[in-house]
């Protein structure tokens, strides 16, 4: 399916238009919000360290793609199917983990570096590790590094998603507006 984002009233427009002209219908796939982070309130009480993932975790990554995914999306993917793409990501220099006494409990992502902004995605920790400040504690410490680094930090969160909204508002990130990804269907 082929789709397009940006400022709703702008999307929206845009997609009627095109819809009507190549006759094909179009829905909202996904509503997010945008925030950007300027201070970092950091998580208190946290256990765990950032690391950069590296290709000795490869299965580990895998099963968090596939549980993101589908957290996210709803579609169930098999993981030797994502496995080089996994690999990539893992390449890119840009995924990092959290891990706590040895283990591995989550992990964030630096999607796209410009000169003033990165975007960060990609943000899972599995069902068993949720609740224990992880994904805030990573979130709170990548944005710390970009921050000393002159980057503001922005990311995406699905607006029907309020744990991972509070969680970021909590570790200092702002409301920059929402975002619509409409989807076009080519039956």
Known sequence: MCGISGKPEFVKVFADQYSKVLGVSNKISLSM??????????PKNVHGKLIKAELRYLDI??????????????????????????????????LYLWEVDNIICGMVNIAHKS???????NVYTPIEQRKKGY????????????????????????ITNNDSNKV??????????????????YK
């Open 33 to 42: 919000e945008s925030y950007e982070c300027k201070k970092v309130i950091k």
């Open 61 to 94: 990554v895998s099963e968090f793609w596939e549980g993101f995914v589908f957290d996210c999306f709803g579609i169930s993917i098999k993981i030797e199917k994502q496995i080089s793409s996994v690999k990539s990501m893992i390449e890119s220099g840009n």
């Open 115 to 121: 000169p003033q902004y990165v975007r960060i995605n």
């Open 135 to 158: 994904a805030s504690a990573m979130v709170a410490e990548i944005s710390s590094i970009l921050i000393k680094e002159g980057l503001a930090p922005m990311l995406y969160a699905d």
């Open 168 to 185: 970021y508002k909590k570790i200092g990130f702002i409301e920059r507006g929402r975002i619509d990804s409409i989807a076009f269907d």
